[in-house]
């Protein structure tokens, strides 16, 4: 029986720096996705549309709990054994793929429509017009969301733990079957995450005062 | 089996948006009505719910209060964690809702001579309500699936029953593919009776601007 001290909260501080690591994958992984998707949104092309509304709807709808299932215990049942850290990432990208497109495509669709006339005028091709006038745009409006929901991206790794990944969480459980003290355990863990999500949120709602005060021309 | 576990994920996620949203109503008021320490408590407590993960705080009721001498079954633990979370969020959107009413509405309501209660009720509160009814049910429907998360726990809701019959199975990719059917089947008939609740209740804001939050925030 241990008790519950220095090493211990060492140990558990360590771990968070893997929420961190996995956060920022799942972040940059989805993005690229996600942004795929918020384009496609926005084609031309209806079957396109049809589908990443589709994917959209379907990552929405269901728990990222059984993302994390599938990709772990259901891929190795049908021979792919995928290592828990690649499990991790892959289900939370997948996640995040689905809020950052619908987030982005809100932000391309409220960049004014005349940019687009008027960037068509100048015989811009489609992805010049992405490129060049409204992606540009587009990110700038959309950096108040995207931060906020990081936040939400980082709680979220804390359900990884349970493919046995050593994330902030998984160490304070770890901690807390050693020592059984779960109460200081888990207001240390509380502790870390609010440190990690609690700026984050107040950037984000600061970004959303500094882009209302410099669009209210 | 299944059938049990669907039969969960719903009572959790009805009588936790219920309570939920009481308690949410109540802590509105509070900020509205009472002093301003009243309105820091409330701040304070929602900023603490939604900067930690729901899985933190369902441990710390689960695990962390017997250490103070309250004990409750994983269902119990669930249901609390469940209420409270969504108490913070559903807060959060209200107070949107609220900031969004103008202040020359409150004045013209105590101009009738309304009292600050009826003011709170018919000029701020169902306004409110029906402006961010959109978010409101956004979040309803990500508690739902948020309560996936009561199987840590060992509560047999939907997940939970997912990892017994694959583990009686051994066919875990049926197994997870029809269970993240059913979720996307309850979530989806969430967001439709949701949608026609709204119209129902808050038939006169259809031509209002409705505020709804793009920040697809979950627990």
């Known amino acids: ?80 054994e995928l290592p828990p850290f690649l499990a991790a990432s892959a289900s939370l990208a997948i996640y995040a793929s689905a809020y950052l497109a619908e987030i ?61 990944f050593v994330d902030l969480m998984r160490a304070g459980m770890l901690v807390n079957n050693a020592t059984y003290q779960a109460f200081q355990i888990f207001t240390l863990v509380a502790a870390i995450y609010f440190a990690i999500c609690f700026p984050l949120s107040r950037l984000s709602r600061h970004l959303e005062k500094v882009m209302n005060a410099s669009r209210s021309h | 089996m299944i059938l049990n576990g669907v039969g969960l994920t719903i009572v959790l996620s009805f009588v936790a948006i219920g309570l939920g949203l009481v308690l949410a109503t109540l802590m509105s008021a509070l900020r509205s009505l009472a002093g301003s320490w009243a309105g820091y408590v409330v701040d304070a407590y929602v900023e603490l719910m939604r900067n930690t993960p729901f899985l933190v705080q369902l441990f710390m009721i689960f695990f962390g209060l017997p250490q103070l001498g309250i004990r409750m079954n994983g269902i119990e633990a669930s249901l609390l964690a469940m ?110 009776a949701l949608n026609w609740l709204g119209r129902k209740i808050f038939p006169q804001v259809s031509g209002l601007a409705r505020l709804s939050d793009a920040h697809g925030e979950a627990a």
């Open chain 2, 83 to 192: 209420t409270l979370n969504l108490a913070a969020y559903a807060t959060e959107i209200i107070r949107a809702g609220v900031d969004s009413i103008h202040k020359s509405q409150i004045e013209a309501g105590l101009a009738l001579a309304l009292s600050r209660r009826q003011v709170f009720q018919y000029v701020i509160l169902q306004p409110a309500f029906a402006r961010v009814w959109p978010a409101l049910s956004s979040q309803f429907v990500l508690m739902m699936l948020a309560s996936s998360i009561c199987s840590f726990v060992s509560v047999q809701e939907l997940s939970g029953t997912a990892a017994i019959i694959e583990a009686d199975t051994f066919r875990s990719f049926e197994t997870y593919i029809v269970v993240t059917g059913v979720y996307l089947v309850l979530a989806l008939s969430l967001k439709l």
């Open chain 1, 104 to 164: 982005w495509r809100g932000s391309i669709e409220s960049v004014p429509r005349q940019q687009w006339e008027a960037s068509a005028s100048l015989a811009l091709t489609t992805p010049q017009q992405y490129r060049y006038v409204i992606l540009p745009q587009a990110l700038r409006i959309s950096l108040p969301p995207t931060v906020g929901f990081l936040v939400q991206l980082v709680k979220n790794t804390s359900i990884v733990q349970v493919v046995g």
């Open chain 1, 1 to 80: 029986m241990q008790t519950f001290g220095w090493p211990e909260a060492y140990f558990i501080l360590r771990a968070a720096s893997w929420t961190l690591a996995l956060t920022a994958i799942a972040f940059v992984i989805g993005s690229i996705i996600g942004g795929v998707f918020a384009i496609m949104r926005l084609s031309r092309i209806k079957l396109l549309r049809r589908f990443a509304a589709g994917y959209i709807l379907v990552v929405q709808s269901i728990p990222v709990l059984m993302v994390l299932f599938m990709s772990y215990y259901g891929l190795s049942a049908a021979g792919i």
